[in-house]
């Protein structure tokens, strides 16, 4: 009953847009954001129901050190236009985030086409091994899940087992289409670590409250420094 999880990791130059202007004592949105996904991965890679991680990016500076930890790269392939863009029930995703989750899930079922496939948002800085392991147990008993964001109406984890198609709808309204696709909605506590994904200062100040992982951690600590 082994998984296989696929990351989406941005480019730091577009990464968590709407974090808006932080405090100057707080990390570039960039560095921010290198620290969620390793945070997210580090938690994914030491749970004993992942098998490995794939993460999808294609920048190399955020590459490396989550290959370090134990990850392997898949490049995003190059986008095309919306004009050039294929069409059709069978058509890959156009947008950037949902195609190179398409690309990820590909890889992974070529892989590893016995695993069941997980995708999960790379912006989960909290993110424990605890709820990682329970999250994957409960999906196993459904050929198609999804964990909700906290507030309930996006998406921090997509789930199906082996075999399954599984198409992303990550965005505005993911949950309900998510729902709409056959995926089952787990029953997580709110406050349940997965579900605490970092889009707004808000956020960033909740999970930093609750508690992150030692990349984010390190990161902000290292920033609110005061010099000697």
């Given at each position: 009953?082994?998984?296989?999880?696929?990351?989406?990791?941005?480019?730091?130059?577009?990464?968590?847009?709407?974090?808006?202007?932080?405090?100057?004592?707080?990390?570039?949105?960039?560095?921010?954001?290198?620290?969620?996904?390793?945070?997210?991965?580090?938690?994914?890679?030491?749970?004993?129901?992942?098998?490995?991680?794939?993460?999808?990016?294609?920048?190399?500076?955020?590459?490396?050190?989550?290959?370090?930890?134990?990850?392997?790269?898949?490049?995003e392939l190059p986008q095309t236009?919306?004009?050039?863009?294929?069409?059709?029930?069978?058509?890959?995703?156009?947008?950037?985030?949902?195609?190179?989750?398409?690309?990820?899930?590909?890889?992974?079922?070529?892989?590893?086409?016995?695993?069941?496939?997980?995708?999960?948002?790379?912006?989960?800085?909290?993110?424990?091994?605890?709820?990682?392991?329970?999250?994957?147990?409960?999906?196993?008993?459904?050929?198609?899940?999804?964990?909700?964001?906290?507030?309930?109406?996006?998406?921090?984890?997509?789930?199906?087992?082996?075999?399954?198609?599984?198409?992303?709808?990550?965005?505005?309204?993911?949950?309900?289409?998510?729902?709409?696709?056959?995926?089952?909605?787990?029953?997580?506590?709110?406050?349940?670590?997965?579900?605490?994904?970092?889009?707004?200062?808000?956020?960033?100040?909740?999970?930093?409250?609750?508690?992150?992982?030692?990349?984010?951690?390190?990161?902000?600590?290292?920033?609110?420094?005061?010099?000697?």
């Amino acid at each position: 009953m082994s998984w296989v999880c696929v990351v989406p990791v941005k480019g730091s130059a577009t990464a968590k847009s709407r974090l808006g202007d932080l405090p100057e004592t707080f990390p570039a949105r960039g560095a921010l954001a290198e620290a969620f996904a390793l945070d997210t991965v580090a938690a994914l890679l030491a749970a004993e129901m992942v098998r490995q991680v794939l993460v999808v990016t294609n920048d190399p500076g955020a590459a490396a050190p989550l290959a370090a930890l134990g990850a392997q790269i898949v490049p995003e392939l190059p986008q095309t236009s919306v004009l050039d863009a294929p069409s059709g029930p069978d058509a890959a995703p156009r947008d950037p985030l949902n195609a190179a989750i398409t690309e990820g899930i590909r890889v992974a079922q070529e892989r590893y086409p016995l695993s069941h496939i997980a995708v999960l948002t790379g912006d989960l800085p909290a993110l424990t091994v605890a709820d990682v392991e329970t999250t994957l147990s409960i999906a196993s008993a459904h050929d198609r899940a999804m964990v909700a964001d906290e507030e309930g109406a996006g998406t921090t984890a997509l789930l199906a087992r082996a075999g399954v198609p599984l198409t992303p709808q990550f965005g505005i309204g993911s949950r309900a289409a998510h729902e709409a696709a056959g995926h089952r909605p787990l029953d997580l506590p709110a406050t349940a670590s997965i579900r605490r994904d970092v889009d707004t200062v808000d956020n960033l100040a909740e999970v930093l409250r609750r508690g992150v992982g030692a990349h984010t951690s390190a990161l902000i600590a290292r920033s609110q420094a005061i010099p000697d």
